[in-house]
């Protein structure tokens, strides 16, 4: 049981250029969702996912976009990166929502955009 | 949303209690208190959550007050591994558990 796996670990991109960072959970959770952290701020919500097939905009969900078309794999495109998106991306997963849910986290991506 | 506040940073010594507050005076009555921490760099990780009775786990202890304005996580004999930052977390009453993540506080334990 691996959890919520990431990748690539670290990735530097130029302006402009494209890419999706993976994100696949094992656990067969409904929910799952992407944060990025920047530095000594806390995690904002990117885009989440309440099951296969629906996704729904977080607190800052510009330049990025989603898909989940399996409840294991939710990856988060960028379609041209801008230095605003240098960042460490979280994704998170949970079983179905609800008051009493934990969220459990990947271990990161660190994207830097130069 | 029920918004929360935590100290920027505390020190506690190897071996003792480390008791982390947290202010949430606005929380509504169906609103949980979660509390995650952060060990540099990697995701963060669930401790322990409660509504209004105190909880114990493995990991911590949440103490929350009557009134439901403040509680305070307890590490009941902290460790070098403990070092991280702790978020305290109001859940917003949505479908989707959107936690709201402040800056946290950062706890240093020192031998």
């Known amino acids: 049981n691996a959890g919520v796996t990431q990748t690539p670990k670290f990735q530097v991109l130029k302006t402009g250029q494209s890419m999706t960072l993976q994100c696949a959970q094992d656990?067969?959770?409904?929910?799952m969702s992407w944060y990025r952290q920047d530095p000594g701020m806390g995690l904002r919500l990117i885009h989440y996912s309440v099951g296969a097939g629906i996704t729904d905009q977080g607190e800052v969900p510009n330049g990025y976009n989603v898909s989940r078309s399996t409840t294991e794999d939710f990856p988060l495109r960028l379609l041209s990166a801008a230095p605003s998106q240098t960042s460490v991306y979280f994704c998170?997963?949970?079983?179905?929502?609800?008051?009493?849910?934990?969220?459990?986290f990947g271990s990161g991506t660190q994207l830097s955009v130069l | 949303d029920a918004k929360t506040t935590q100290p920027t940073s505390m020190d506690c010594a190897e071996g003792r209690a480390a008791n982390l507050p947290c202010n949430h005076s606005?929380?509504?009555?169906?609103?949980?208190v979660y509390w995650y921490r952060q060990i540099h760099s990697q995701g963060p990780q669930y401790i322990i959550h409660g509504l209004k009775n105190n909880e114990t786990n493995e990991m911590a202890s949440l103490i929350i007050t009557e009134d439901r304005k403040s509680s305070t996580l307890i590490l009941p004999h902290a460790t070098l591994r403990d070092t991280a930052v702790y978020y305290c977390?109001?859940?917003?009453?949505?479908?989707?558990?959107?936690?709201?993540f402040g800056t946290g506080t950062r706890l240093l334990v020192s031998p």
């Open positions: 656990m067969n959770h409904e929910y």
């Open positions: 998170a997963s949970s079983y179905g929502g609800g008051a009493e849910e934990k969220l459990f």
């Open positions: 977390i109001v859940r917003v009453n949505t479908g989707f558990q959107k936690l709201v």
């Open positions: 606005t929380i509504s009555g169906n609103e949980y």
